[in-house]
Nanobody
Framework: QVQLVESGGGLVQAGDSLRLSCAASGRTFRRYGMGWFRQALGKEREFVAAINWGGTSTVYADSVKGRFTISRDNAKNTLYLQMNSLKPEDTAVYYC????????????????WGQGTQVTVSS
């Protein structure tokens, strides 16, 4: 089992950058594929980015491709999401999630979730 805690959210202006972190407990972090999802008020949770166990393969939603970068440091049990050129439509609660069987784009495939961190982008 793994516990996930996100941090790094906040209120920024359009065009600014933020880096989200997701700290994982336990010694099995490196066995999990990891993903970032987000949920805006009144909308369904949507996929943002995912990374494989070793950090060698990534996938992104079209809406963030070229602006966001997912990475992980298995020695520190930490997942990151670097977000550049933020837009008001990026405003949402961002969640990290762990998947023992893969690193897909479907939220129901993930086994463990953090509590989320709010990102608000003003225009």
């Amino acid at each position: 089992q793994v516990q996930l805690v996100e941090s790094g959210g906040g209120l920024v202006q359009a065009g600014d950058s933020l880096r989200l972190s997701c700290a994982a407990s336990g010694r099995t972090f490196r066995r999990y594929g990891m993903g970032w999802f987000r949920q805006a008020l009144g909308k369904e949770r949507e996929f943002v980015a995912a990374i494989n166990w070793g950090g060698t393969s990534t996938v992104y939603a079209d809406s963030v491709k070229g602006r966001f970068t997912i990475s992980r440091d298995n020695a520190k049990n930490t997942l990151y999401l670097q977000m550049n050129s933020l837009k008001p439509e990026d405003t949402a609660v961002y969640y990290c999630a762990a998947d023992l069987a893969g690193w897909g784009m479907l939220h129901y495939e993930y086994d463990y979730w953090g509590q989320g961190t709010q990102v608000t982008v003003s225009s």
